[in-house]
């Protein structure tokens, strides 16, 4: 646990206070006093209420929906602890958003993942600490150093604790690698879900790569977004004999028909992280969510006293 706060300061913007609170609270200490406001006109306003000169400061922030305006906290919130002689700025990102736009999938295509990066880097941060980026190349977009954290490990705690997995199914050839690792973890084989995308947002399952037939199966991927994919998934998955499907993911984004889709889905039980704030009215039977605090605490302590981060990986 972290003695000596009076050199480090934690403050947070207004998408996750949960997650931040459970942060400071983990770290034997309390969020900074900071004011971010929104004028009448939709601009944003931030004051930091107390003393930041010198301090080793950790703003957490998750540019989750509402996107833009919660990346425009983050830079203002950077720029304002910049600008009031901050010794260090680390902007604790737990879902990094327009993760997804990290390539030119089509000619004149931005590359929307690197603008972003070099927004955080322009506006004064000296490190980024954010959990499972939707591509692990999004590392190199930034110039300073990054810590990609893995959610992984807190999902593979919390099921094999219950040991009812037969076979782990990665929803996308994108998740084939991820599956693979929580397999090996479980030992016990993957299977793959071959898909296309006619546009952006949905889905068509054209084949099962694998036996599932009288299985209990556990899907895994980094985000839920309209669930579309996870959701078709699984019933593919039950047509073909599976009998319990679970599933699991970092960044529960459930935008529009998400929650509808999950709760009519044959999935029996989704476990989420909280790296995105889920608020009550979103809560179903069938969800559970575990918290990123220990990790995200741990992380912020090695980087204040310049501890290795490897542990946090192993």
Request: proline residues 4%.
């Amino acid at each position: 646990m972290i003695t000596h706060g009076n050199e480090i300061k934690l403050f947070s913007g207004n998408s996750n206070v949960p997650l931040a609170k459970s942060i400071a609270a983990k770290l034997n200490t309390e969020l900074g006093g900071i004011e971010v406001s929104t004028f009448s006109d939709g601009e944003i306003n931030v004051h930091i209420e107390e003393t930041v000169r010198g301090r080793d400061l950790f703003i957490i922030q998750s540019t989750c929906s509402p996107v833009n305006d919660n990346l425009m906290e983050l830079l203002i919130m950077i720029d304002a602890a910049k600008r009031a002689s901050a010794g260090r700025i680390t902007a604790v990102i737990p879902y990094f958003g327009y993760a997804r736009q990290d390539r030119k999938a089509r000619s004149r295509d931005p590359i929307t993942a690197k603008l972003v990066a070099n927004l955080i880097t322009a506006a004064g941060a000296d490190r980024v600490l954010t959990m499972d980026l939707h591509a692990e190349q999004i590392q190199g977009f930034f110039d300073i150093p990054v810590d990609n954290l893995l959610g992984g490990p807190t999902i593979y705690n919390h099921f094999s604790k219950q040991g009812n997995i037969d076979v782990v199914v990665a929803p996308d050839m994108g998740s084939v690698k991820r599956a693979r690792k929580v397999a090996e973890k479980f030992g016990v084989p993957i299977a793959i879900i071959d898909k296309r995308r006619p546009k952006a947002n949905v889905m068509e399952v054209m084949n099962i790569i694998g036996d599932v037939k009288g299985k209990r199966c556990f899907m895994v991927d980094d985000m839920i977004d309209t669930a579309g994919t996870i959701c078709q998934g699984a019933q593919a998955l039950k047509d073909l004999g599976a009998t319990e499907i679970y599933a699991a993911c970092t960044h529960a984004v459930l935008s529009g028909p998400a929650v509808e889709r999950l709760e009519n889905s044959p999935i029996t039980k989704l476990v989420m992280l909280d790296t995105i704030h889920l608020p009550e009215e979103k809560m179903r039977d069938k969800f559970e969510v575990l918290s990123v605090a220990d990790i995200f605490a741990a992380a912020i302590e090695n980087v204040y006293l310049d501890k290795p981060m490897s542990k946090l990986y192993d």
